[in-house]
């Protein structure tokens, strides 16, 4: 390795996310679109987006393909959209039981691949590199990403 490349962060990002899609991916292969429809699915349990269109936003997804995102998630019955009750021209997508069962069921799968990926680091390591870029991604859009799916559904099945 060249020390061009270590100091280059597009190579560096390509590179983790490589090696996320190689380990998260054949994990996933029961949700619609992968990565994409679990990482869809995980916020629509947190629960924290009154519509789909912000949604899509907080996601980076464009509005169009979002669409079909969640109608193929609807399919699957892992989410159903709802009218939302502080805004009748909004649709809420809610996430069904089985939904939440998915998302219970393949959590811990989901979060050891993370920790197979960022290997090289202790979990102090890992945990702070995690902080790091959650602040860096929600930093240009004041987006914040304190929720985890994992503790929500873990939450909802205590219950």
Same mark, same amino acid.
């Given at each position: 390795?060249?020390?061009?490349? !270590?100091?280059?962060?597009?190579?560096?990002?390509?590179?983790? /996310? %490589?090696?996320? =899609?190689? %380990?998260?991916?054949?994990?996933?292969?029961?949700?619609?679109?992968?990565?994409? +429809?679990?990482?869809?699915?995980?916020?629509?349990?947190?629960?924290?987006?009154?519509?789909?269109? !912000? /949604?899509?936003?907080?996601?980076?997804?464009? #509005? !169009?393909?979002?669409?079909?995102?969640? $109608? @193929?998630?609807?399919?699957?019955? /892992?989410?159903? #959209? =709802?009218?939302?009750? @502080? $805004? %009748?021209?909004? =649709?809420?997508?809610?996430?069904?039981? %089985?939904?939440?069962?998915?998302?219970?069921?393949?959590?811990?799968?989901?979060?050891?691949?993370?920790?197979?990926?960022?290997?090289?680091?202790?979990? #102090?390591?890992?945990?702070?590199?995690?902080?790091?870029?959650?602040?860096?991604?929600?930093?240009? #859009? +004041?987006?914040?990403?304190?929720?985890?799916?994992?503790?929500?559904?873990?939450? @909802? /099945? $205590?219950?």
């Amino acid at each position: 390795m060249t020390e061009t490349t !270590t100091e280059d962060l597009g190579w560096t990002l390509g590179s983790l /996310l %490589r090696s996320y =899609r190689e %380990r998260v991916s054949p994990l996933l292969e029961d949700v619609p679109h992968g990565p994409r +429809g679990y990482q869809t699915l995980c916020e629509v349990v947190k629960g924290d987006h009154p519509s789909q269109l !912000t /949604l899509a936003t907080h996601l980076g997804i464009d #509005r !169009t393909v979002m669409t079909y995102l969640i $109608d @193929d998630l609807v399919d699957a019955g /892992l989410v159903e #959209r =709802r009218q939302n009750p @502080d $805004d %009748r021209r909004q =649709r809420q997508v809610v996430a069904t039981a %089985r939904g939440h069962q998915l998302v219970a069921r393949t959590c811990g799968r989901v979060n050891d691949a993370e920790r197979d990926v960022l290997g090289a680091l202790d979990r #102090r390591e890992q945990e702070q590199l995690r902080r790091l870029l959650t602040k860096a991604a929600g930093a240009d #859009r +004041g987006d914040s990403h304190d929720a985890d799916a994992c503790e929500v559904v873990a939450e @909802d /099945l $205590d219950r």
